[in-house]
């Protein structure tokens, strides 16, 4: 028989309708307020699950956050990072009609009053009743709650949500509390639910369609010759067998050379950067319109981009892929960060015949081999290795600049 030994018998009812009558009273009779709820075990604990109104998390939800550059141990959570608190509160406000909070966890000291139906199930419904002095610690979720009720210690003070829209209270926020008063098994909470692993960068840009960016980068990897088909959109990095030709993250740093000229520059400053560009349906159309000319242009002309068109996107013959990626650096994401700082100079001129001009002598012009002279002492040292920061892209991308605009 499983039971909930933290449950005393007088809170156990024969039926759910007496469970919520016996919480009603109880709430009465205390000034408290009665949620639905499920109690289980987990880890030995009890824990319960329900979800509260964002007005109810505000006054009773307090992040008890340590001090950074000092002793975190005593506090409950660790020290407030206040631009991720922003970040999700402008998230929020941006969003208000279609955002997703995922579930905080919360520790409570002592059992609280859960009325529950009798039963031998691991699983009970119950009902929760919270009387009004009552507060919560958070174990997991503090820049979540601290979105929604305001930060304000430090240097930094940052407005709820709720402060600017206080309809935003009616919404729900689901919570699980764990009944916990040893301070180390908090700690140690908290701990084992940071054991999760990130989203790869190329899966959060085929998901996040929020962005503009990655609107305009699914449409261009779709209606590509090349790309379609070719690009993996779930990886973190390439096998070095695999046949596709780039990580989807990988042609977004493309998009970003061709947007801002820097495939480096920081997720957030890219975004404020890129936004206006792509700020309606017509820019982004001119956007996909010009990436797609270029791509076009360099598939079919610039080796081995154009043999790799014609090769099927699996099976034997595309084996081929993974050697030809060692050999030529427009198959790395170093050479189409040179592609798109190049490409980003030659947008800047106004007649479209020009550009296409400039784009085939991209193609044609520049010897692609990661062994050619132009690639050594920038983005390939004296031993052969590939170099990846700003610098060398900045200085390779000149030398091909260079070479685009001497005489033949």
């Known amino acids: 028989m499983t039971t909930l030994t933290n449950v005393t018998k007088e809170l156990e009812h024969d039926s759910v309708e007496s469970a919520r009558n016996a919480a009603n009273e109880d709430a009465a009779s205390s000034g408290g307020r009665v949620f639905p709820c499920v109690v289980f075990r987990?880890?030995?604990?009890?824990?319960?699950?329900?979800?509260?109104?964002?007005?109810?998390?505000?006054?009773?939800?307090?992040?008890?956050?340590?001090?950074?550059?000092?002793?975190?141990?005593?506090?409950?959570?660790?020290?407030?990072?206040?631009?991720?608190?922003?970040?999700?509160?402008?998230?929020?406000?941006?969003?208000?009609?279609?955002?997703?909070?995922?579930?905080?966890?919360?520790?409570?000291?002592?059992?609280?009053?859960?009325?529950?139906?009798k039963s031998n199930a691991a699983v009970r419904s119950g009902f929760?009743?919270?009387?009004?002095?009552?507060?919560?610690?958070?174990t997991d979720g503090q820049h979540r709650i601290a979105a929604i009720r305001g930060h304000d210690t430090g240097k930094n003070i940052i407005p709820g949500i709720l402060r600017?829209?206080?309809?935003?209270?009616?919404?729900?926020?689901?919570?699980?509390?764990?009944?916990?008063?040893?301070?180390?098994?908090?700690?140690?909470?908290?701990?084992?639910?940071?054991?999760?692993?990130?989203?790869?960068?190329?899966?959060?840009?085929?998901y996040n369609m929020r962005e503009p960016i990655n609107k305009v980068l699914h449409i261009i990897v779709n209606e590509s010759d090349l790309l379609r088909g070719r690009v993996d959109e779930t990886s973190?990095?390439?096998?070095k067998l695999s046949q596709s030709l780039f990580l989807l993250n990988?042609?977004?740093?493309?998009?970003?050379?061709?947007?801002?000229?820097?495939?480096?520059?920081?997720e957030d400053a890219f975004i404020l950067a890129a936004s206006p560009r792509l700020a309606t349906s017509e820019q982004q159309d001119t956007f996909v319109t010009q990436t797609l000319q270029l791509l076009n242009v360099l598939e079919a002309q610039m080796a081995p981009w154009d043999k790799i068109k014609e090769l099927p996107k699996?099976?034997?013959?595309?084996?081929?892929?993974?050697?030809?990626?060692?050999?030529?650096?427009?198959?790395?994401?170093?050479?189409?960060?040179?592609?798109?700082?190049?490409?980003?100079?030659i947008n800047k001129g106004e007649l479209e015949v020009d550009r296409i001009k400039a784009y085939s002598d991209l193609a044609t012009k520049v010897n692609w081999l990661r062994s050619a002279d132009i690639w050594k002492g920038n983005v390939i040292t004296a031993d052969g290795k590939m170099v990846t920061s700003r610098g060398p892209v900045k200085s390779a991308a000149l030398e091909v600049i260079k070479l685009l605009a001497s005489k033949p």
């Open 42 to 117: 987990q880890g030995g604990r009890v824990s319960i699950a329900t979800a509260f109104p964002l007005s109810f998390v505000e006054k009773h939800i307090i992040p008890d956050s340590a001090i950074k550059g000092g002793d975190p141990r005593p506090s409950t959570n660790r020290p407030m990072m206040p631009d991720h608190v922003k970040v999700i509160r402008d998230y929020l406000r941006q969003n208000r009609d279609a955002y997703i909070l995922p579930p905080v966890t919360l520790n409570v000291r002592t059992m609280p009053q859960v009325h529950v139906n």
């Open 128 to 138: 929760l009743v919270i009387p009004d002095e009552t507060v919560f610690y958070i």
């Open 164 to 206: 600017d829209d206080p309809e935003m209270g009616a919404d729900g926020l689901c919570v699980m509390i764990v009944v916990e008063s040893a301070l180390p098994r908090i700690h140690q909470d908290f701990a084992d639910a940071a054991h999760t692993k990130p989203i790869p960068p190329s899966l959060l840009a085929a």
């Open 236 to 239: 973190k990095t390439l096998g």
């Open 250 to 266: 990988q042609v977004r740093g493309l998009m970003k050379e061709l947007l801002v000229g820097d495939f480096a520059i920081a």
């Open 314 to 345: 699996e099976g034997g013959v595309a084996n081929q892929i993974p050697d030809l990626r060692d050999k030529y650096l427009n198959l790395k994401a170093t050479g189409l960060a040179v592609i798109g700082r190049v490409a980003f100079n």
